[in-house]
């Protein structure tokens, strides 16, 4: 059956692919369609159209993925078939990007007090081009310096959720991402519900435009994949899934391999229905 991997990172955020090899990566793996959901920005996404373009019977879904804040967690808004030229939510993006380097000032701020020195300009070194910067850049300077033996170790000791250097600054509401997106022509998606604790959430955003559940993905069990699938059925809610492939930082994949969590093509059809 055919088909398609929906959360994908380039190098145009955290990812250490670019747009057109996560692409190539999707076609080597037999996939047909793949979403490039860069947290925040909108950079990787016409490289990889063009990439697609050069393919037969494979698509590249422009989307998104926004950090927003409910109750003190850290939750992800899924965007697809955006309209990503739309002025009005390249700034808003503007804005989101500015919290982002906020936070990451936080972070180097907190590791300092820790007696863990990363300058800003190392960070701004791992930036490309108008991309993002973020967590996984400052796990990855630690571990060239290091400061850790890998990657989940920076997380588990440090930058994680509840970990001394972990930061969040104030955000935009989950509620105000499903607009902001919508806004743009795109059809919100929550994603991994899985890793937060906010299920109450669900109802709440699916009665303000939210279309759809990021129901399988590398870090939900299989009986949290039934779970969500469950509450999106529910909820009407359109049932997704997605790697959130990362590429490979020293041999290591964060979170799945580009394929590890896909939908048939027709979700894809299921999705464009629904913008407006
Ligand atoms: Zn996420
Ligand atoms: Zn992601």
């Known amino acids: 059956m055919r088909q398609g991997d ?10 250490t692919f670019s747009p057109s090899e996560n692409i190539k990566r999707a076609i080597e793996k037999g996939l047909n369609a793949i979403a490039i959901t860069d947290h925040d920005t909108i950079e990787g996404i016409e490289e990889g159209m063009a990439e697609a373009n050069k393919h037969d019977n494979f698509e590249c879904v422009p989307g998104i993925e926004i950090s927003t804040l409910y109750e003190g967690q850290d939750i992800h808004v899924l ?15 503007n804005k989101l990007s500015s919290v982002r380097d906020q936070r990451n000032k936080m972070i180097l701020k ?13 960070l701004e070194a791992k930036r490309h081009g108008e991309g993002n910067v973020g967590r996984g850049h400052i796990a990855e300077i630690m571990m060239d310096k290091g400061m850790v033996n890998s990657l989940p170790e920076a997380f588990e000791k440090y930058l994680g959720k509840g970990k001394p250097a972990y930061a969040i600054p104030d955000r935009i509401s989950p509620i105000e991402a499903v607009k902001i997106i919508r806004e743009a022509k795109g059809v919100p998606v929550l994603a991994h519900p ?3 604790d906010a299920d109450e959430l669900i109802p709440i955003l699916s009665e303000n435009g939210l279309a759809g559940i990021e129901c399988c993905h590398p870090d939900h069990t299989i009986e949290q994949v039934k779970y969500y699938e469950e509450i ?4 009407a ?26 939908v048939p093509l027709d979700t894809l059809d299921l999705l464009k229905k629904c913008c407006k």
């Open 6 to 15: 929906l959360h994908t990172h380039t190098t145009a955020s955290d990812g």
């Open 79 to 93: 965007g697809y078939f955006i309209d990503y030229k739309d002025e009005k939510f390249l700034s808003t993006l």
């Open 110 to 122: 907190n590791l300092n007090g820790l007696g863990i020195n990363i300058e800003e300009s190392e």
């Open 194 to 196: 899985g890793i937060y």
């Open 232 to 235: 999106a059925e529910k909820h």
């Open 237 to 262: 809610l359109i049932k997704t899934a997605g790697s959130d492939f990362h590429g490979f930082r020293n041999g290591e994949v964060f979170h799945g391999d580009i394929g590890s969590c896909s």
